[in-house]
């Protein structure tokens, strides 16, 4: 039972919901980017919460296959998470767009922008963070999948609906703590009562502490391609053009990434001790809180539950928030060519608030239909990758491409991704992930427009 912890979470969201309702933006900047005026701690909070919302499929991974997760969600992610600081961060905060369709649609134009924005909007569609509501709600209560990710998913975006990007970073700065809490009680609890790394080491079957999981190096090598996707990552871009500074943008960043290692070292140890105390767990997306069932007493079991309900929901909101700004401003009001996409307009607002709520809709009907965590996140990421990698790299950069070329590289990606997808009936066809050829057709593409530009 979540008991007294969830009942206060609940009134916290409740309370949330009806201030921040009650609390209109004040433009599309305002609205869309927080009028760009994020603090340092409120700019690594939010980013901290927001991409860290996959928290059960951490737990799912970890049980199957041990430490091998650090290696498939842990260092990739760092790495190029280090590469968007270093190199990203500035030159984002700097170009004064508001999406990055604004930023396709300034180097390429219209056509090239609108393709980003589709791809963009279905892989911020936050369906695997709804299952993951879904899934924890469905264990706490009792009550049905399907009730548990409308539950969910109406309180994770009502209070963003008038408020914007201000209101998800206001309920992201609580749910922060709270995300840290749940793991800072779970995991000593585990040490005293069983034993640390020795206790572990001796029960684990011997492809737990394999640092492959027992899966082979592709199946990890993949995921460092879909790490990739950090680079075409919304969630990093709309923080740094909200940033009040470069600065901010650059050291946020590398904070998160500090926190993220923490982090991950806690869910991580978590995970494992769930896999020996719980060897025959049914589902194993409910290994944490099957594990905090199983070694705290009632009320810290609902702590660490309300931890784990705030480490997703700061992630559905954000995702949600994004999703709606794409379809509604950068798919629907791009198409029409009638809403204006400056600052200063407010023309896209009712577009980006009626986009919201078809976008938890979407999402919800996606969680329902998948049933998988991992699976979302492969498919979503091995999908729109290969379509913004390039393209995003370079517009960046100084180097120029023709609109014709970009559209080509980034139509000629999704549709070999998508091919080999279902030709391998979503596994690897040809023992081959789908991302790497959707890399490779996108390399040679826009490749050969350089070839040819510097012969001319």
Request: proline share 4%.
């Amino acid at each position: 039972m979540i008991s007294l912890a969830g009942a206060a979470y609940a009134l916290f969201l409740l309370y949330a919901v009806a201030r921040l309702f009650r609390k209109s933006a004040s433009g599309a900047a305002d609205y869309i980017v927080a009028g760009r005026r994020l603090t340092l701690p409120a700019f690594t909070a939010s980013l901290v919460t927001t991409w860290y919302g996959g928290i059960l499929g951490v737990g799912e991974y970890t049980w199957q296959h041990g430490i091998s997760n650090w290696l498939v969600f842990g260092v990739p992610y760092y790495l190029f998470a280090g590469i968007f600081a270093v190199f990203i961060a500035g030159r984002a905060r700097r170009s004064e767009v508001l999406t990055v369709p604004d930023l396709l649609h300034r180097r390429y134009g219209r056509t090239a922008a609108l393709i980003g924005a589709v791809v963009l909007f279905v892989m911020t569609a936050p369906a695997a963070y709804v299952l993951m509501l879904g899934v924890l709600l469905k264990f706490a209560t009792g009550w049905p999948l399907w009730a548990g990710v409308a539950i969910g998913t109406t309180l994770s975006v009502g209070y963003v609906f008038r408020g914007g990007l201000r209101a998800v970073v206001a309920t992201d700065i609580v749910q922060f703590f709270l995300m840290f809490l749940g793991f800072l009680i779970l995991v000593p609890v585990c040490v005293v009562q069983f034993g640390g790394w020795e206790f572990l080491r001796a029960e684990l079957p011997a492809t737990h502490l394999a640092w492959d999981g027992g899966l082979g190096w592709q199946a990890i090598a993949v995921w460092y391609f879909i790490a990739l996707s950090t680079l075409v990552e919304p969630a990093f871009y709309q923080r740094c053009y909200a940033a009040q500074s470069e600065k901010v943008a650059q050291r946020g960043i590398a904070a998160a990434i500090g926190l993220w290692i923490f982090f991950d070292f806690l869910t991580t140890t978590a995970g494992l001790y769930a896999r020996v105390l719980l060897p025959d767990l049914a589902d194993p997306v409910q290994a944490f809180p099957a594990l905090a069932a199983h070694v705290l007493p009632s009320f810290w079991q609902g702590v660490f539950t309300v931890g784990l309900l705030a480490t997703i929901m700061s992630t559905v909101d954000s995702y949600a928030f994004i999703g709606a700004v794409t379809l509604g401003r950068d798919v629907i009001g791009r198409w029409r060519g009638g809403t204006r996409m400056d600052a200063a307009s407010d023309e896209s607002l009712p577009l980006i608030r009626w986009a919201l709520l078809a976008t938890a809709v979407l999402a919800a009907a996606m969680a329902l239909a998948a049933g998988s965590v991992i699976t979302l996140w492969k498919t979503l990421g091995s999908l729109g990758t290969p379509v913004l990698l390039l393209p995003l790299a370079l517009a960046h950069t100084k180097r120029s491409l023709p609109e014709r070329t970009v559209v080509v590289s980034m139509v000629a990606a999704c549709v070999t991704s998508g091919t080999w997808m279902v030709l391998g009936h979503g596994e690897p066809w040809w023992g081959i992930e789908a991302i790497f050829p959707g890399l490779g057709v996108s390399l040679v593409v826009v490749g050969s427009a350089f070839v040819v530009r510097t012969r001319e």
